[in-house]
């Protein structure tokens, strides 16, 4: 196993604004054929059409301010690829500082909405039974995008990547090729939703009836040679064997004072067991900090996502900076 522990300090970072190139965005969605979902994703990518540099409020989040449409992609280039899966309760949006950064650095980078798992469509249920339509989610995204055709065309399949935070993480995780064991898995989802028992019979019934088997199967897309995973939750899920079948480029990110998805118990159990994993912890970062900076509202009506909004910058320069190293270094 080759591992690294780095242990870095918000506080010695120097501070500075990165010169974002201009950022194009589009929408696409497709229809899951494993689980007949319709699922939406944001593509951005780099362009040579101008918008004015600047941070817009999107809902209760601070984003850069893109040009809508795909007419100023240059399609004589293929790009490097990154997919990125958002965490529990999350969308494509809320992670949107990680896409800016690397469209600036000449990456596409597209992020999926796990459908019946986002803030605005979220189903206890579904996650319940079927936790492992995550990872498939992701495939069938970049099955899509290969095939699509006008993105196809632009996307270098060799140099493709995936990055994840929280419930994303371990879904990049997953995807590199780490296995679930079925009796933890089960027990760690009991444990999370201690009360299912109580939803009416039709959703008790299916849950009752979850074949857990399928938390074992092997999510590896072999597509992917890079995973970056920020946050991982679920390490409970897992056994230390299920974790050494996993041989792809592994950076795993976390805070210190994450007291939501816990270092010891989730990023630091993955990369000890992980081949060829790097463990970067960030002095002082939370759980949200490796999210976007709140608008406004945000502060208003989510004020725990804009609690650490303080360190943000700091810890999404470590993390953007170690994250295109490895990138390069992986990406052959």
């Not at 004015?52 to 409020?57: A, E, G, M, S, T």
């Not at 943000?312 to 994250?323: M, Q, Y």
């Amino acid at each position: 196993m080759v591992s690294r522990f780095i242990l870095i300090a918000l506080g010695l970072v120097v501070f500075f604004v990165n010169a974002y190139a201009s950022i194009g965005t589009q929408e696409i969605s497709f229809l899951s054929k494993s689980s007949r979902r319709t699922l939406v994703a944001e593509i951005y990518y780099p362009t040579s059409c101008k918008t004015k540099k600047k941070k817009i409020p999107h809902g209760i989040w601070m984003r850069e301010n893109y040009y809508k449409g795909q007419s100023c992609v240059n399609n004589k280039k293929k790009y490097p690829l990154v997919l990125f899966s958002h965490g529990f309760q999350g969308d494509r949006f809320g992670n949107s500082w990680i896409a800016e950064s690397l469209v600036a650095k000449g990456y596409i980078v597209v992020m999926i909405d796990h459908t019946f798992n986002t803030s605005y469509e979220h189903s206890d249920l579904f996650i319940y039974t079927s936790m492992w339509q995550r990872p498939l989610d992701i495939s069938e995204l970049l099955t899509d995008l290969l095939q699509h055709p006008q993105w196809g065309k632009v996307i270098n399949k060799d140099k493709i990547a995936v990055v994840g935070f929280s419930l994303g993480g371990t879904t990049a995780l997953w995807l590199g090729g780490i296995k679930a064991d079925k009796d933890k898995f089960k027990q760690a989802l009991d444990e999370k939703y201690s009360r299912w028992s109580d939803w009416p019979e039709y959703a008790a019934e299916k849950a009752r009836a979850v074949d857990w088997s399928k938390a074992e199967h092997s999510y590896k897309d072999d597509r992917i040679k890079v995973v970056i995973s920020i946050a991982p939750d679920l390490g409970e899920a897992f056994a230390a064997e299920g974790l050494k079948e996993m041989s792809v480029p592994t950076l795993i990110i976390v805070g210190d004072k994450d007291k939501i998805t816990p270092k010891k118990k989730n990023a630091e159990f993955f990369s000890k067991s992980i081949n060829r994993s790097e463990l970067l912890v960030i002095e002082g970062a939370e759980h949200f900090t490796f999210m976007n900076k709140c608008s406004a509202i945000g502060f208003k009506i989510t004020p725990h996502l804009g609690a650490s909004d303080y360190k943000k910058e700091g810890a999404h320069t470590l993390v953007i900076d170690r994250c295109c190293d490895f990138l390069q270094k992986n990406l052959k």
